[in-house]
Structure formats: structure tokens, C-alpha cells
Nanobody, 124 residues
Framework: QVQLVESGGGLVQPGGSLRLSCAAN????????MSWVRQAPGKGLEWVAG????????TYVNSVRGRFTISRDNAKNTVYLQIASLKPEDTAVYYC?????????????????WGQGTQVTVSS
């Protein structure tokens, strides 16, 4: 049974940092592209960052480039999202998602597996 379980969200002040984690099981983790996708209140899904199976390719949406860092540890079947310089507009539920191919990495409709999400709230 495939499971993706996110953790690490919370309430943080503007300018603060968080590290989100997503633990995976039930599939061959190192064979899958992993991404972080977020959904702000009242808005649709927004792909944020992706990393290939070996961790050699990473890409980000422009609005988070330089502030967010995606990484993975295949020995632990875990993908991470380090978030720095948080802004109120980063407030969202953050999901991790998995698919097999790197092409169209930002297309959220092509992901096979999803976690339940973790809430990040940026507020003073």
C-alpha cells in the first residue's frame, strides 16, 4: 500500500524557516520523481518544486526560487522541502507527490501518489 506522509508544518512568523518532510513507502522510492505542491486558501494547486529519482535534477517555480530547497534521502525514503524567508503568501497546505517520469514535472495532474498535506501558516 502506497503511503506519503508529510510533517513539519506549523505557524511561523514572516522571515522564518521550516523544513517539511515526506516519508514514503509502498513503492520503489528512488525510481520516482518527487514534488512539493501547495494549495493556498481558496486557490487551486500550485506546483512548487521537483526532484528526480537520484536527486541530480531539481527545479522550482519562480516565486520560490532562492528561498525553497528540495532534497531527498533515498536511504530513508524521504523527501524534504527547506523553506526560508517565509512570506504570508506562502501560507498553504503543502503536499508531496510522486510520479515516474521527469517530463512535465510541474503538471500536477500527472502525479500518481499524493500525501495528505501539512499546513504552513505564515503570520505575525
Amino acid at each position: 500500500q502506497v503511503q506519503l506522509v508529510e510533517s513539519g508544518g506549523g505557524l511561523v512568523q514572516p522571515g522564518g524557516s521550516l523544513r517539511l518532510s515526506c516519508a514514503a513507502n509502498g513503492f520503489t522510492f528512488s525510481d520516482y520523481v518527487m514534488s512539493w505542491v501547495r494549495q493556498a486558501p481558496g486557490k487551486g494547486l500550485e506546483w512548487v518544486a521537483g526532484i528526480n529519482g537520484r536527486g541530480t535534477l531539481k527545479t522550482y517555480v519562480n516565486s520560490v526560487r532562492g528561498r525553497f530547497t528540495i532534497s531527498r534521502d533515498n536511504a530513508k525514503n524521504t523527501v524534504y522541502l527547506q523553506i526560508a524567508s517565509l512570506k504570508p503568501e506562502d501560507t498553504a497546505v503543502y503536499y508531496c507527490a510522486a510520479k515516474e517520469v521527469w517530463a512535465r514535472v510541474s503538471e500536477t495532474t500527472e502525479y500518481d501518489y499524493w500525501g495528505q498535506g501539512t499546513q504552513v501558516t505564515v503570520s505575525s
